[in-house]
């Protein structure tokens, strides 16, 4: 099956992988947008201050971003994620407070984590009148904003106290009122050495932080290389060995993944049948489903060198999905997320040091150069079957599925992980992925 297709792809792999080398609840309750997206893949495009009711009135606000390269240099205020009124509009001498304005100090004690390679740290410049102060720690903070009152007050609350923590940003709301505070959507983790989880966050009067809901989106993918995952995949304990090296709980990670992808080919062998599909299609992800017993297996006993046990995954059962729904899962799951995988089992293949990561991973690329054609074949298979707007919501999904692995692969794993098994560092990660992108997507 997509022979022609997986001939293609493994030609574009040998070709892009070389270069490289060489170079679960829901939530509610939400009425307002103060996140409204990303500037980049990384910086926030906050809507915050005009919502804020500080103790005292100011005159203007900004919140800046100051990182140690990359956004405006070290230590420069950075970059403004966010600004309300006009500095030093009501000054006596405009152009005195304008530079002290300017000037304030940009450290402080509040991390930001969209630039997991290089931390970002927020601050806010206040002004009144000729005076201009920082607020560069959480006392500031507590007497500049006072009471937590306005849906502003939240939202600023939590993205520079909550570490670790995230405004959800883009189309969906993320701050409401509910009872005797607010509550702010939030997400954490990255996807690569944690869980990726959505957060429903109280805030309450006093400034008051409590998570009062949590739901995984996104299980942890060690050094995000594992392809196909089920729906329903739920988190839990991936290693039942506390002595394990960090090689041996990669490997635990990998293995349960791969145990959790036998399932995602048996449903997606399942749902083929019910749609229509050829049953040349369905039977190659059957022998899918077949491949991933084996790599669960091979994975488990590069783990138990290393003194790991991998966990069993436990999969929510589900119904059978609508073509948009099956659809949908593929272009993410399948197309960006299998393609990459193999482009990071041929990178190992190539550059591990231990010499039986190198041989498992070689087979192991193989098999998920073809899983990656089969989800290419089934993308063009779903296509007449939808419609022009289902259409371009998979073709969105597969832009957001490659944005958020952008993201995701800022984070480095252990050294010896790295080593041993051939994971590309985030430089390198990054640059496979972009090059898929420029000779793939």
């Known amino acids: 099956m997509a022979t022609r297709t997986q001939e293609r792809l493994a030609q574009m792999l040998l070709a ?50 100051m990182s140690h390269s990359g956004l405006g240099g070290w230590p420069s205020p950075g970059t403004v994620l966010d600004r309300f009124g006009q500095p030093c509009g009501q000054a006596a001498d405009r152009k005195a407070c304008e530079r002290a304005f300017s000037e304030l100090p940009a450290v402080s004690t509040f991390p930001l984590l969209f630039l997991p390679d290089d931390p970002g740290y927020l601050s806010l410049a206040i002004n009144r009148g000729d005076t201009v102060h920082a607020v560069t720690d959480r006392i500031g903070l507590a007497h500049f904003l006072g009471a937590i ?69 996104a299980p942890m993918r060690p050094g995000c290389v594992v392809g196909r995952l089920p729906h329903g995949l739920c988190a839990g304990k991936v290693v039942r060995s506390l002595a394990a090296r960090p090689i041996g709980s990669f490997f635990a990670a990998m293995a349960r993944l791969e145990a959790a992808a036998v399932a995602a080919f048996e449903r997606l062998a399942a749902e083929l049948t019910v749609h229509g599909a050829p049953p040349s299609m369905v ?27 991998p ?27 299998e393609t990459y995988g193999a ?16 041989a498992t991973l070689a087979r192991i690329a193989q098999d998920e150069t073809r899983h990656a054609a089969l989800s290419w074949s089934v993308a063009e298979w779903l296509e007449p079957h939808l419609s022009r707007i289902e259409r371009n919501r998979v073709a969105r999904a597969i832009g957001t599925a490659f944005e958020r692995l952008d993201t995701e692969l800022h984070v480095g794993l252990a050294d010896e992980i790295h080593e041993l098994a051939g994971v590309p560092q985030p430089r390198s990660a990054r640059a496979l992925l972009h090059q898929l992108g420029r000779t793939w997507f």
């Open 16 to 65: 892009v992988v070389p270069t490289v080398i060489a170079g679960c609840k829901g939530t509610r309750g939400f009425t307002e947008d103060l996140c409204t997206g990303h500037r980049d893949l990384f910086v926030p495009e906050f809507n915050v201050l005009g919502s804020v009711k500080p103790a005292e009135p100011v005159d203007a606000i900004e919140l800046r971003l």
């Open 149 to 217: 009152d306005a849906p502003g007050d939240a939202v600023l609350q939590t993205i520079m106290v909550m570490e670790g923590h995230s405004v959800v940003c883009g189309p969906e709301l993320d701050t409401g009122v509910r009872g005797q505070g607010y509550v702010v959507q939030t997400e954490s983790g990255n996807g690569c050495t944690t869980d990726h989880q959505r957060h429903v966050v109280f805030v309450g009067r006093e400034g008051m932080l409590e998570v009062l809901e949590s739901e995984v989106i």
């Open 283 to 309: 039977a190659a992800a059957d022998r899918s489903r077949i491949d991933e017993v084996r790599h669960a297996r091979a994975a488990a006993h590069l783990a138990r060198r290393s003194g790991a046990i």
């Open 311 to 337: 966990s069993a995954p436990r999969i929510t059962p589900a119904p059978v999905r609508s073509l948009l729904e099956v659809a949908l899962d593929n272009a993410t799951e399948g197309c960006v997320n």
């Open 343 to 358: 482009a990071v089992a041929h990178y190992q293949a190539r550059t591990a040091s231990d010499p039986l990561v190198r």
